[in-house]
């Protein structure tokens, strides 16, 4: 049989363990609560912190009284967890939420520094591009228009009639030729 002074630290030890369960259990629900999630990833929560506290308590259970589980084991557990609850819960639900709430601007913050950064080393490219690289586009397709425009111009006043008039001679020579040389 064991000591009373052994038992007695077992209890504090299992104690202690219901409070690191206690813990756990708030840091996942402010967690749970911060972060948006679908039913699929709820569940998978549970499940996690259910694994994770089953293990947590079985290893500290293993170091701290060679994994025997007693009826006082059972219940410094449970008194930890619930004198956790009633006494620090809401204070440790505070400190997660400022820091959960710090960590938000500290990531907002360093978002808006690399937004500012990418937008400050991307503007002189922009800006090249807006003054030289787009009116040059326009000159562009304006010189293709007009170089259009003109091929039309000449195509209308220029190569039809001069196919039209080469065309028409073509045929003039060709009924001349052939007058000649029909039987009469």
């Known amino acids: 049989m064991q000591s009373l002074e052994y038992q007695v630290y ?4 299992t104690m202690l363990i219901g409070v690191t369960i206690g813990i ?23 499940l996690v ?19 025997e589980l007693r009826l006082y084991v ?4 449970f008194t930890g967890v619930l004198a956790y609850l009633k006494l620090l819960s809401r ?41 030289i690289i787009v ?6 397709t304006a010189w293709t228009k007009a170089c259009r425009f003109t091929g039309r111009i000449i195509e209308y006043s220029v190569t039809k009639p001069v196919k039209n008039a080469v065309l028409s001679t073509k045929k003039q020579i060709a009924g001349r030729l052939q007058s000649l040389f029909r039987k009469k």
């Open 135 to 140: 009116p040059i586009g326009y000159l562009g």
């Open 24 to 46: 756990l259990f708030d840091f996942y629900k402010v967690v749970k609560g911060a972060i948006r999630h679908g039913k699929i990833f709820g569940y998978l929560g549970n």
């Open 74 to 77: 059972l219940i410094g557990v």
């Open 49 to 67: 912190f259910w694994v994770v506290s089953t293990l947590m308590v079985f290893f500290l259970l293993l170091v701290s009284n060679w994994g």
């Open 10 to 13: 077992a209890f504090i030890v």
């Open 91 to 131: 204070y440790i639900i505070r400190i997660l939420l400022s820091a959960i709430i710090l960590i938000k601007n500290i990531i907002n913050r360093l978002i808006r520094v690399i937004k500012f950064t990418w937008w400050l080393v991307t503007y002189p490219i922009v800006l090249f591009r807006n003054i």
